[in-house]
């Protein structure tokens, strides 16, 4: 089972712009779906973002045009570029590895993202 490690959380203000990686402990290419999670607090996590094994992606509707996902193979790495942040964007954020239903397989420990207003 591969391992996954998210960075890049952080403080920052509204408006502002923030990249997460997911670094995975072995080969991500066998993985139909590589996604990002988030869960706020009192709420459950919800789907943020995924990309498939063949490129395409599927964005939640409050993210639309604001955060962009890709993936390299090579370097076993999913990244989430997230501009125009809003307050409401503030949870801890997950990566996900999974190989037939989205949002089942592997999970990162989390990384933090806050945004003040």
């Known amino acids: 089972q591969v391992q996954l490690v998210e960075s890049g959380g952080g403080l920052v203000q509204a408006g502002g712009s923030l990249r997460l990686s997911c670094a995975a402990s072995g080969s991500i290419f066998s993985f139909n779906y590589m996604g990002w999670y988030r869960q706020a607090p009192g709420k459950q996590r919800e789907l943020v973002a995924i990309?498939?094994?063949?490129?395409?992606?599927n964005y939640a509707d409050f993210v639309k045009g604001r955060f962009t996902i890709s993936r390299d193979n090579a370097k076993n790495m999913v990244t989430l570029q997230m501009n125009s942040l809003k307050p409401e964007d503030t949870a801890v954020y997950y990566c996900?590895?999974?190989?037939?239903?989205?949002?089942?397989?592997?999970w990162g420990q989390g990384t933090q993202v806050t945004v003040s207003s």
């Open positions: 990309i498939t094994s063949g490129g395409r992606t």
């Open positions: 996900n590895a999974a190989t037939f239903v989205p949002g089942s397989g592997s």
